[in-house]
T-cell receptor, first 114, second 107 residues
């Protein structure tokens, strides 16, 4: 099992460009999440999907959109990238949106916006 | 609001015991989770406390006191590979992470 995979691993964008970060999990989990992590900081939740067909905002949703394509895949889109969106983006999944459920994280996408 | 406070950095010697504290101000947290993250890596789950008291998993233990809005992670028999960042996270229907404690283990 690959667990949680993310593409791309690295990306450099110019201000105003758009891109989509891809995430897939093969653990048959119902819930998926997108986080960003800025240097020396904890992770902040951007959006999450409790189950296929649903998405909800997290702490920092502005400037982002998400799509839960199917049970396996959850994508994050930046419509018009800004330097403030330079960060490491992590996708995660868990069996359910449940306080005690362990979240499994992907390897991250390192995004730089110039 | 919801926030979790942790020390930014802790240094300890190989073989020693270290405690990483976490205090939180929030409502609606059902418990406290702990995650480990090595430099350049992804966070990995260590433990979850849904009830007050101590949970032990090998060399790691975690404690929660809801009445004090306080928890800690205890690492025993420190090894060099334990050098990493440790995050507490308040658990409701989503995780709210603290800013992390960087642990440096010295020989």
């Amino acid at each position: 099992n690959a667990g949680v995979t993310q593409t791309p691993k690295f990306q450099v964008l110019k201000t105003g460009q758009s891109m989509t970060l891809q995430c897939a999990q093969d653990m048959n989990h119902n819930s998926m999440y997108w986080y960003r992590q800025d240097p020396g900081m904890g992770l902040r939740l951007i959006y999450y999907s409790a189950s296929e067909g649903t998405t909800d905002k997290g702490e920092v949703p502005n400037g982002y959109n998400v799509s839960r394509l199917n049970k396996r895949e959850f994508s994050l889109r930046l419509e018009s990238a800004a330097p403030s969106q330079t960060s490491v983006y992590f996708c995660a999944s868990s069996l359910l949106v449940d306080p005690h459920d362990e979240q499994f994280f992907g390897p991250g996408t390192r995004l730089t916006v110039l | 609001g919801q926030s979790l406070e942790q020390p930014s950095e802790v240094t300890a010697v190989e073989g020693a015991i270290v405690q990483i504290n976490c205090t939180y101000q929030t409502s609606g947290f059902y418990g406290l989770s702990w995650y480990q993250q090595h430099d350049g890596g992804a966070p990995t789950f260590l433990s979850y406390n849904g009830l007050d008291g101590l949970e032990e998993t090998g060399r790691f233990s975690s404690f929660l006191s809801r009445s004090d809005s306080y928890g800690y992670l205890l690492l025993q028999e420190l090894q060099m590979k334990d050098s990493a960042s440790y995050f507490c996270a308040g658990s409701s229907y989503k995780l709210i992470f603290g800013s992390g404690t960087r642990l440096l283990v010295r020989p």
